[in-house]
């Protein structure tokens, strides 16, 4: 595979790829209900415009896409009434797609994989309470993997994978999608690839869908291999958008390097061929939001009131051919402050874009599992919680409290810490030391993690805290 992560760009080079000006910070954002404000750590209270939200335009069908897209992956789950397990929490789904069109929000992104399977049907109940030119939909077509009793290779057939399109405009309760998606290209070998879209029909039956006006918009979300990446554009196939992970770590540090690609690179391939970009992982998971105390020291110097989150959001929102950005926004709090840095967007600056610079290399020295817990993972077939043992190590690192040894200061408080909040986020039974390295888990991993090593790496960590051993 050739590596597409060498290429260098200036600070100034990047300025003039996405079309971003020298606008200093410091738009005044009004206000239009009395309590419809946010306060998040690290940022400022204030209103939540209803009317400024900043919109990009589709140069293919025209539509006016709002910059901030709602990502329907992480949607928050309530205890069933009669305790036999989880399930969507629809009233507080309804709320916050509710909050998120009334503020200017329209683009909506699902898939028949996301929440284990319930994602399509809960957001075409929040949606189907709006009239239809409220929103724009999108959502997948996720023939990678088995959603039923048959296998993931029986998956990929023309007669499933239809079927698979066609359940999506039920659960979704329309008639037609605005923005369809090849889903998850670039995991797996090309041979798969070829089964999933090309060899089965599947493609041209899209295409056939795309001309009939069932589907409006027709693309793809890529992951890793970028030869699938390539053998797309060089198609002769107009293509309305492409979904990218894009973040200002991974514009140039795609991690692991050998299997991941810069966003660098996959952001001006699309403009060449005139392909508007989705963005997905703003926060890479949530990690740009819980930056490193030195990292968020470099951002105060320059915007005190400003939180990590805001900054990373401006820095996805910035490049002009970006048509939306999704977050997956599991509480109030997010939407609303989302909705603050979008509306509208002030565009990121030089000396901005060099603090970031700045912050990345603190990022690449650290500890972090490159995990964006975007669950492909799940379920684990041995019970494990695999994201979120993760994450409670990820923000560990952020928090400046991974020990290095016993004799480091504040070991015994940082030890506590780590120890309790282990166990009040991962259920014993979930944890990383019932992990038998069975790696069904890592074909499924966008990110290209070896979860069985890092979770034995968790583990070690765990059991030399609970021993009070050395590093």
């Known amino acids: 595979m050739e590596n597409k992560n060498s290429k260098a760009i200036t600070r100034k080079d990047f300025l003039k790829i996405t079309g971003a000006g020298t606008l200093a910070v410091g738009a005044i954002l009004t206000g239009c209900k009395p309590r419809n404000s946010v306060s998040t750590e690290g940022g400022t209270a204030g209103e939540v415009p209803t009317d400024r939200m900043t919109f990009r335009t589709n140069p ?17 789950l309530k205890q069933k009434a009669d305790g ?20 200017g929000v329209n683009y909506f992104d699902t898939a028949p994989v996301y929440v284990r399977g319930w994602s399509e049907t809960a957001t075409g109940i929040a949606l189907k309470r709006h009239p239809r030119d409220k929103f724009f939909i999108a959502t997948k077509l996720s023939n990678q993997r088995s959603l ?21 405009f039920k659960n979704l309760q329309v ?27 599947m493609v041209d039956f899209l295409l056939k869908e795309r001309e009939a006006g069932r589907i ?29 992970q894009l973040n200002y ?74 048509l939306t950005v999704l977050s997956g926004m599991v509480y109030m709090e997010h939407l609303q402050e989302n909705i603050r840095t979008y509306a509208p967007l002030v565009p990121l600056n030089e000396q901005e874009y060099g603090t970031l610079e700045k912050v990345t290399e603190i990022l690449l020295n650290s500890e972090y599992i490159q995990c964006t817990e975007c669950q492909y993972c799940m379920p684990c077939p041995y019970g494990l919680d695999i994201p979120g043992t993760f994450a409670h190590y990820n923000r560990c690192v952020s928090a400046g409290k991974l020990l290095k040894s016993s004799n480091d200061e504040n070991y015994r408080t940082a030890r506590r810490e780590f120890l309790i909040g282990y166990d009040r986020s991962v259920p014993m039974l979930r944890q990383a030391n019932h992990c038998i390295g069975c790696e069904i888990c890592r074909q499924y991993c966008p990110q290209r993690i070896n979860i069985p090593e890092e979770m034995r790496r968790i583990n070690r960590y765990a059991e030399n805290l609970k021993q009070n051993l050395e590093f």
């Open 60 to 76: 293919h069908t025209g539509d006016r896409v709002s910059l901030l897209g709602y990502g329907c992956m992480r949607f928050p």
């Open 249 to 322: 770590q991974d514009w140039q540090h795609a991690t692991p390097p050998e299997l991941n690609t810069n966003a660098e690179y996959l952001y001006g391939e699309l403009v060449k061929h005139n392909v508007p970009a989705i963005i997905m992982e703003p926060l890479l998971g949530g990690r740009l939001a819980r930056v490193p105390s030195q990292a968020l020291a470099l951002m105060k110097e320059v915007h005190p009131e400003s939180t990590p989150a805001q900054w990373a959001f401006r820095y996805v929102g910035t490049p002009e051919h970006v």
């Open 148 to 168: 039923g009793t048959f296998s993931d290779f029986e998956a990929r057939s023309f007669e499933n994978s239809v079927n698979l399109y066609r359940q999506s």
């Open 84 to 103: 036999s397990g989880e399930e969507v929490d629809q009233e507080t789904v309804n709320e916050l797609v509710d909050y998120a069109i009334a503020h």
């Open 216 to 244: 409006r918009n027709l693309g793809w979300s890529y992951h890793g291999d970028i030869a699938t990446f390539d053998f797309l554009l060089a198609l002769d196939i107009q293509w309305d958008f492409a979904q990218i």
């Open 175 to 201: 008639d037609y999608i605005d923005y369809y998606l090849l889903h998850n290209i670039g995991t797996g070998d090309m041979k798969t690839f070829r089964e999933r879209f090309f060899e089965n029909g």
